[in-house]
């Protein structure tokens, strides 16, 4: 899973999501809630411990196991908070 940075979207990933995709990956982006397409997310989302939160249903949601997670900025910043909090 590729996160982006503060005020970017899911497509500043699309070379290395092609490039991954190509090798085998199942690669997920997306807009982290109220950036890029995302809708219906107020301000209260914006701190980086909700975004781990949304970040955690949305993969529960879609049943997803276990993963690798990078991030670019605060995507970064939100990788490290997400494996800290969920190691597996």
Same mark, same amino acid.
């Given at each position: 899973?590729?996160?982006?940075? $503060?005020?970017?979207?899911?497509?500043?990933?699309?070379?290395?999501?092609?490039?991954?995709?190509?090798?085998?990956?199942? *690669?997920? *982006?997306?807009?982290?809630?109220?950036?890029?397409?995302?809708?219906? @997310?107020? /301000?209260? /989302?914006?701190?980086?411990?909700?975004? /781990?939160?949304?970040?955690?249903?949305? $993969?529960?949601?879609?049943? /997803?196991?276990?993963?690798?997670?990078?991030?670019?900025?605060?995507?970064?910043?939100?990788?490290?908070? @997400?494996?800290?909090?969920?190691?597996?």
């Amino acid at each position: 899973m590729l996160l982006h940075g $503060l005020f970017a979207q899911k497509e500043q990933w699309i070379e290395l999501a092609c490039a991954l995709a190509n090798q085998g990956y199942q *690669v997920i *982006v997306p807009d982290l809630p109220g950036y890029g397409a995302s809708t219906g @997310y107020s /301000v209260s /989302v914006y701190p980086l411990e909700s975004q /781990v939160t949304k970040l955690n249903q949305f $993969l529960t949601s879609i049943k /997803v196991g276990s993963l690798h997670i990078a991030g670019s900025s605060m995507g970064g910043a939100i990788a490290a908070m @997400y494996a800290a909090q969920y190691p597996n």
